[in-house]
């Protein structure tokens, strides 16, 4: 069992002419294998930059990063083998992946780097990884990113991740820049190897619904501050915060508003 | 037939001229009402975006329209041919009578002029006539009218927000009292709060200047809230269009279905989406489509 604790952290910026400002106001969480959490919020309310400092691409201002008890050696070989255990998956996969380089190629380096598997099973690896995300590894291993859809690329950036086995997935965004049809497919893939591996998962998006539907819990990030968490259900449907209540009730809901008589019908009433 | 239609598109077909050559947009016939707001839905590379481009003869080489015709019904009662019409009349066209606010128009302002300056040139450019003091009147106007307010006419584009930005794209477009506006992802990139308030003042403005809307978007949770009517594009076609809550609620086409389905309920039952589904774990239906 792995836990990432995020213990009272806050951090600052600073900000040229305007003094410093608040990214994050003393916000703890904790996320076990095994777990999906979902991070929401508006751009501007921290998420990324949670996310910054579970990779450690940022440092806290204060505050404690602990991962099984133990702070996030901030370099070295130790953060290395932090970074092999927490994993990142990025939202654009046509830039998070080098065009220059074969899917193989994009695979075996990780693999290599971190000493994952003998140099002779490397090959193995990669075709299992990439069968793993549900792509045909004849098909794909020898090609170069351009080749593939988005979703593809994405499911590539996927096994990139899994390539070092780690126990906690930090996916920003995901799915935000794939298209609609094929959205819940990389999602319904993450899903289950959420199960398959016991990974934890924490889903950052600005999507209530998927959020709802794809996590065991939500968590509302505004201005810095979770201003509420809960069972993923439980947030959707009976918010308890005001905010909360606003980024749902600004969500598009086709079933309440097709539902009653015109009731709800907030942004059509007009329809003469 | 509708009751009283602004714009009638028939057999509207484009092809790039590449090769092999993509036919983009595949005989489409379409007839918009008055006061309508259409939404048109679809996925990149469906064509929608070029439908909206060609309707207003906006597409360069090597887009080529090889068929079909554009009628736009004037509230005046001419019937105008777009197609037939030469460059100078279809500048006088663009903007006057259609205008449209483009995909990531907040990023469509000119960074080193300050907004009231750029409103004021679809002023000089199509009303010679008005007077300087008319100009700045009626570029206050629209910012208040889209809810920036005149007070920011002096502001430069960095100066305001993302939706911000937006409206002002919205009160450019809106600024000839157009009877059609175009609007290609107007709301995509912005946050849901200020897109539900956008929404809103779409949907009031035009119930109050009577203009009608093409909107287009991949979002049909969000279309289907605003449309009075929606198309579905697939492959250069549109496969279905009706009224939106029969859309929604007895979808025909298959590919409406599969769209409708992509969109877990924010509030309703899980539907298509079962959390780890055990069953088809994706075996990847996108393979083909790119």
């Known amino acids: 069992m792995t836990t990432l604790e995020f213990k009272g952290v806050t951090k600052r910026y600073h900000v040229r002419g305007s003094g410093d400002m608040l990214a994050l106001d003393d916000v703890s969480f904790t996320l076990t294998s095994g777990q999906t959490i979902a991070l929401v919020g508006q751009s501007g309310s921290g998420k990324s930059t949670i996310a910054k400092i579970l990779t450690q691409l940022e440092r806290a201002t204060s505050g404690e990063v602990l991962l099984d008890g133990q702070p996030i050696p901030h370099r070295g070989p130790g953060l290395r083998r932090y970074r092999q255990r927490v994993r990142m998956v990025f939202q654009d996969p046509f830039a998070s992946l080098n065009p220059y380089h074969t899917i193989r190629h994009h695979l075996a380096r990780p693999l290599a780097l971190d000493k994952v598997v003998p140099k002779d099973k490397i090959e193995d690896e990669v075709r299992s990884l990439l069968t793993r995300v549900r792509l045909d590894a004849d098909a794909t291993i020898d090609r170069r990113p351009h080749e593939l859809s988005g979703g593809q690329r994405q499911r590539v950036a996927i096994a990139r991740a899994l390539a070092s086995r780690p126990e906690l997935l930090i996916a920003d965004e995901p799915v935000s820049m794939l298209d609609v049809s094929i959205r819940l497919g990389v999602l319904n893939l993450l899903a289950d190897l959420q199960r398959e591996s016991n990974l934890g998962v924490l889903y950052i998006t600005h999507d209530l619904a998927t959020a709802r539907h794809f996590s065991d819990e939500i968590m509302v990030l505004h201005h810095g501050v979770v201003v509420e968490r809960g069972p993923a259900d439980d947030v959707i449907l009976n918010p308890q915060h005001e905010y909360t209540r606003a980024l749902r009730d600004a969500s598009p809901d086709p079933d309440k508003h097709f539902a009653g008589p015109a009731g709800e019908a907030t942004t059509r009433s007009d329809a003469s | ?290």
């Open chain 2, 1 to 290: 037939m509708t009751p009283d239609p602004l714009l009638t598109i028939e057999r509207f077909s484009v092809v790039y001229d590449v090769e092999p050559p993509v036919e983009a947009v595949r005989d489409v016939s379409l007839e918009l009402a008055r006061g309508e707001i259409l939404g048109l839905a679809g996925e990149s590379g469906c064509g929608k975006t070029t439908l909206a481009y060609g309707v207003q003869r906006l597409l360069k080489p090597p887009a080529v329209i090889t068929s079909g015709s554009v009628v736009f019904h004037d509230a005046d009662g001419d019937d105008v041919e777009v197609n037939a019409l030469d460059e100078d009349q279809m500048r006088a066209f663009r903007w006057d009578k259609v205008s449209m606010v483009f995909q990531g128009a907040m990023n469509a302002l000119n960074p080193v002029l300050a907004i009231g300056r750029q409103l004021d040139d679809v002023f000089t450019t199509h009303r010679p006539g008005m007077s300087k003091a008319e100009r700045r009147d009626e570029c206050g106007r629209l910012l208040d009218v889209v809810g920036v307010g005149r007070d920011r006419l002096r502001s430069y584009p960095h100066e305001l927000s993302g939706g911000m930005r937006q409206r002002v794209m919205i009160a450019m477009a809106m600024a000839l009292r157009p009877q059609l506006m175009i609007m290609d992802e107007p709301t995509t990139a912005l946050d849901v709060l200020v897109q539900r308030e956008i929404l809103q003042q779409i949907s009031a403005l035009r119930h109050e200047l009577g203009f009608s809307v093409i909107f287009i978007t991949h979002d049909l949770p969000l279309l289907l809230e605003i449309s009075d009517r929606i198309a579905v594009m697939k492959d250069g076609q549109i496969v279905e269009i009706g009224a939106a809550e029969s859309l929604y609620r007895d979808p025909q086409h298959a590919y409406t279905k599969r769209l409708l389905g992509s969109f877990p309920s924010l509030t309703g039952e899980r539907g298509d989406f079962v959390r780890g589904a055990e069953a088809p774990a994706s075996a990847t239906p996108e393979e083909d489509a790119s």
